[in-house]
DNA sequence: GCTTTTATAAACACGG
DNA sequence: TCCGTGTTTATAAAAG
């Protein structure tokens, strides 16, 4: 076993630090997600984060002015005018953020915002009061329970929640120490809460309307409203369709829903009518409703997991829901999303925890799982680090891995194709879609531009695609990955395998067998992998 | 009914 | 000894 020379690998462990940087430098992107991971982002993309959330919860055309002196609202916000509502926002960091940030290029041009973003401190004094000053008097927006227990509305599972933030805090104590420091009254703050203001009172006002508009629909058609559904029996809104809980009862605003009980998982929503069954509606063996769903529907369906993550980021951050998708096409997510596109497994435990609430209890079960997936697949590639250990992906064997089931099913491909639009749906509107005829209300054609990844399904790709819609997360700011994943097959292998002959021969496209051809020598296996890679690789 | 895939659990080895 | 990491085996379930 030979071991990679430590120039080219030791660097894993900065990881989260470089998510930060990317962050930063691409606010013009659209933002991103995956910076502040473990709390070392000072609070700086806090304003990115709310606003990509805005983005994402405002993509249905509602629009609220955070200008100075009003909060006016009105139809048909675009990322245009997200933009600007963020540099409005952004215009009160501090001088020399703003100069640091002209400096590079990269930042915001606050010459032309600075003078009109002073936003009216005396205004927000008492909200943020009650944000900074701890636990006495914070504004309630957990339940009882946890205000009981000494808990804080913006600490939660050890990290800070304040948005954006993410910073780890052992203690109840360490937190109300970091709060104070890294989110006292200033008007970074000010402006974020300002932001989250607008952001709950847009999608107070988007329900309104889309709840509205359900109505109209659901009358027009004559259609009864969903049957409930227990409560606390294991929910997965993929495949309950018409069966699910009006949900909406309890957590009005479709947001990321507080942890639900620990016997009663969901999973969201996923896409195409097809998916809906009947017979999957109780697929949880587990008798205490955690263990396994057979069979990740997005998986199944090919969901590009990338675009998933990305559309329903905060959604899975903060809804205890046990995202649709395989372990293994969660562990390759995760590799293919750091920087270097290599994690150790300290790193993928920690992308778990932090991208996903449901991965944030039952760590033993599955971290476990996490281990014995890196073990058992082929795809996954353990390379000696002088530090350590990383894990990287194979793509070429993650490709094999499953053989494509779209071709040769053209029913199937008809229902993705009249689906397509289902994945771009945001966490709330999903839910929404969940309680009540998701079908015809995605028919509406309410989705998002970022659907466009879903094309992908349309070629005939058997696989949740990453390698292909990871770009996609990185016009979003959330991870840079420069590299192709073969472009680790130089590296030494400790898992070593028979090379195989492909024999499903799929098209591949002129693109990607170039791109193929940047990333290995020429050998065998280079030959295998441009006959085996699927033109989902290509979108 | 068989095979494949996946999830879960558990045992074990190894090294720090 | 404990813990983290990594491997392996067994079992069950779902789906093709």
Known sequence: MMVESASETIRTTTSNQNGVSNLSSQLDGGGGREGGSNGDNNGEISPVDLLHLQQQQVCVCVCVCVCTSCSVVCASMCPGDLQQLWKEVSGVQSAEEALKQQHTGE??????????????????????????????????????????????PLYGHGECKWPGCEALCDDMGQFIKHLNNEHALD???????RVQMQVVQQLEIQLAKESERLQAMMTHLHMRPSEPKPFNQPLNLASSGSLLKRESEVYPEGLPHPPTSATAPITPLRQGPSVISSSSLHSHSHPHGVGPIRRRIADKFCTPIASELAQNCEFYKN????????????????????????????????????????????????????????????CFVRVENVKGAVWTVDEV??????????????????????????????????????????????????????????????????????????????????????LSPQQYGHQVHVKEEPTEIEEDSRSMSLMATVTQNMALPSDRDDRDLDDELPTEELE
């Not at 032309?112 to 009216?120: D, E, G, V, Y």
């Not at 008007?187 to 809460?193: G, K, L, Y």
């Not at 819609?469 to 991870?479: F, L």
């Open 319 to 378: 809804a205890d829901v046990r995202p649709p998708f395989t372990y293994a096409s969660l562990i390759r997510h995760a590799i293919l999303e750091a920087p270097d596109r290599q994690l150790t497994l300290n790193e993928i435990y920690n992308w778990f925890t932090r991208m996903f609430a449901y991965f944030r209890r039952n760590t033993a079960t599955w971290k476990n799982a996490v281990r014995h997936n890196l073990s058992l697949h082929k």
């Open 107 to 152: 930042g915001l041009d606050l010459s032309t915002n600075s003078t009109s973003t002073s936003f009216p401190k005396a205004n927000t004094h008492s909200s943020l009061h009650s944000l900074h000053n701890g636990q006495d008097n914070h504004t309630p927006k957990r339940d009882s329970h946890e205000e009981h227990a000494g808990s804080h």
């Open 187 to 193: 008007d970074r703050s000010t402006a974020q809460c």
């Open 397 to 482: 064997e993650y490709q094999k891995r499953r053989p494509p089931k779209m071709t040769g099913s053209p029913t199937l491909v008809k229902n993705m194709i009249s689906g397509l639009g289902f994945g771009s749906l945001n966490a709330s509107y999903q839910a929404a879609l969940a309680e009540s005829s998701l079908t015809l209300l995605n028919s509406q054609g309410l989705v998002n531009p970022s659907s466009a990844a879903s094309l992908n399904m349309l070629h005939g790709m058997g696989h949740d695609d990453v390698s292909s819609t990871v770009e996609q997360v990185n016009s979003n700011g959330s991870c840079s990955p420069t």
